[in-house]
């Protein structure tokens, strides 16, 4: 009912002009008809009513500058003139500055206020100065209201400024990055700010793994601080030294996590520091949550022991990584285990018996849908030559006499 009575007024307004009258609108009209036009979306005249309310009754009702941002930001959506588009700008955080000054301020409009003048100004590189100055009054002031949009909002803002060559302080950006870490880790991370916060801040500071020791690295013992730490390290893909070795260990100290051990183990494979890597993987074992995960972990310890040349504890783990998952590396793992034992189960067995180890190390291969080795494997077969003249038959079983014994089927090399 308020509102046909408001949109009768606008008519009678426009029924007094055409008849002659000399009615000017009362800032009563003024009122009713912003609230028309604007619920008519005719944007242009709810801005002309607007201006004159915000003009003479500035105090009257907060509501009109709540309101008036929005009247301004779809005339920019309108508009294809840039000259236009600035101004509507402009007008907009007149807006909220005056809001400020009458209504006061709290965290919610000045998260609004930020997140409106990011998105007016983000296309202008020369803006990106005052917006990073305007970001850093808010951090300054209370980092924990800021919204973590707006986080993300900042270093955006950074990785611009980077990319238009535009200056900035790098050592500021560090600084606010750990604060903002540290509030993202405490409120969570629900929407996964953080890790396109990581991304943009590699774009935005050109830093190496000197860069990251010296800033991230000097005290370690404590949780946050080590989590940091590792997080730069991993993303730089920086070696795991003695630093981050420390790291992970005061982190799976205090939040054993599946994750992180695997990460650790696995660097700590390729770096053949395989005491580590065991221990890393015990705790992943104990951390994991499903079969496959188990797998995965029974996988890298049977490449530890492969690396420590200690075949059979190798292909017992793979074995268990198979009944967890049936997992394709094992099998692979395992044809390889095979297929290098040739010379370790010679004996004084024929020929035929012997090359038994490649007719296991193939059914292992197909286990695992590796046609490579599969025919790195069948090129070692017996010749039908040999399966013959040794009193044998292709399809006969036979057991492989060597550290593992596995029973085959003979089987003939492919003809050449």
């Known amino acids: 009912m308020k509102k046909l009575i408001s949109t009768l007024s606008v008519m009678l307004c426009i029924v007094n002009a055409s008849i002659g009258q000399t009615h000017q609108p009362t800032l009563e009209d003024r009122?009713?008809?912003?609230?028309?036009?604007?619920?008519?979306?005719?944007?242009?005249?709810?801005?002309?009513?607007?201006?004159?309310?915000?003009?003479?009754?500035?105090?009257?009702?907060?509501?009109?500058?709540?309101?008036?941002?929005?009247?301004?930001e779809y005339l920019m959506k309108e508009t294809e003139d840039t000259e236009m588009d600035r101004i509507y700008q402009q007008k907009a955080l007149d807006l909220y500055q005056m809001r400020f000054s009458i209504f006061g301020q709290?965290?919610?409009?000045?998260?609004?206020?930020?997140?409106?003048?990011?998105?007016?100004?983000?296309?202008?590189?020369?803006?990106?100065?005052?917006?990073?100055?305007?970001?850093?009054?808010?951090?300054?002031?209370?980092?924990?209201?800021?919204?973590?949009?707006?986080?993300?909002?900042?270093?955006?803002?950074?990785?611009?400024?980077?990319?238009?060559?535009?200056?900035?302080d790098e050592a500021q950006v560090l600084s606010n990055y750990d604060l903002i870490s540290k509030q993202i880790n405490q409120?969570?991370?629900?929407?996964?700010?953080?890790?396109?916060?990581?991304?943009?801040?590699?774009?935005?500071?050109?830093?190496?793994?000197?860069?990251?020791?010296?800033?991230y690295g000097q005290d370690l013992s404590e949780l946050d601080d080590a989590k940091?730490?590792?997080?730069?390290?991993?993303?730089?893909?920086?070696?795991?030294?003695?630093?981050?070795?420390q790291a992970i260990a005061v982190v799976l100290a205090q939040e054993p996590e599946y994750k992180l051990a695997m990460y650790a183990a696995k660097k700590s494979i390729i770096d053949k520091r395989l005491g580590d890597a065991q221990r890393y993987l015990g705790i992943a074992l104990l951390?994991?949550?499903?079969?496959?995960?188990?797998?995965?972990?029974?996988?890298?310890?049977?490449?530890?022991?492969?690396?420590?040349q200690k075949k059979q504890e190798a292909c017992k783990y793979a074995k268990q990584a198979i009944a967890k998952n049936n997992n394709k590396e094992a099998y692979k793992l395992i044809g390889n285990l095979y297929?290098?034992?040739?010379?370790?189960?010679?004996?004084?067995?024929?020929?035929?018996?012997?090359?038994?180890?490649?007719?296991?190390?193939?059914?292992?291969?197909?286990?695992?849908?590796?046609?490579?080795?599969?025919?790195?494997?069948?090129?070692q077969f017996p010749t039908m030559e040999e399966?013959?003249?040794?009193?044998?038959?292709?399809?006969?079983?036979?057991?492989?006499?060597?550290?593992?014994?596995?029973?085959?089927?003979?089987?003939r090399r492919p003809a050449e």
């Open 339 to 379: 297929m290098s034992s040739f010379n370790e189960c010679v004996g004084e067995k024929d020929i035929v018996a012997r090359r038994a180890v490649f007719i296991a190390a193939y059914d292992k291969f197909k286990m695992a849908n590796d046609e490579k080795n599969m025919e790195l494997a069948a090129a």
């Open 187 to 215: 409120q969570g991370d629900e929407k996964g700010y953080m890790d396109k916060i990581d991304q943009m801040l590699l774009q935005s500071v050109d830093l190496d793994c000197g860069k990251v020791e010296e800033i």
């Open 106 to 168: 709290n965290d919610q409009v000045q998260n609004q206020f930020l997140s409106s003048i990011y998105r007016y100004w983000i296309s202008q590189p020369a803006k990106y100065d005052s917006l990073a100055s305007l970001f850093q009054v808010r951090f300054d002031d209370n980092m924990t209201s800021v919204s973590q949009s707006n986080m993300l909002a900042y270093f955006d803002v950074m990785r611009r400024a980077k990319k238009y060559k535009q200056p900035f």
């Open 31 to 72: 009122k009713l008809m912003f609230q028309d036009y604007y619920y008519l979306k005719d944007w242009e005249k709810a801005q002309t009513n607007l201006e004159v309310i915000i003009k003479n009754i500035p105090e009257e009702d907060e509501k009109y500058y709540v309101k008036g941002v929005k009247v301004y």
């Open 228 to 245: 940091r730490y590792l997080s730069m390290v991993f993303k730089m893909d920086c070696g795991v030294n003695d630093k981050a070795q």
């Open 387 to 411: 399966i013959h003249f040794n009193s044998y038959e292709v399809g006969q079983s036979v057991v492989v006499d060597c550290w593992f014994k596995e029973e085959v089927a003979i089987a």
């Open 287 to 308: 951390q994991a949550q499903n079969g496959s995960e188990e797998s995965d972990v029974y996988l890298e310890l049977a490449k530890t022991m492969t690396l420590n």
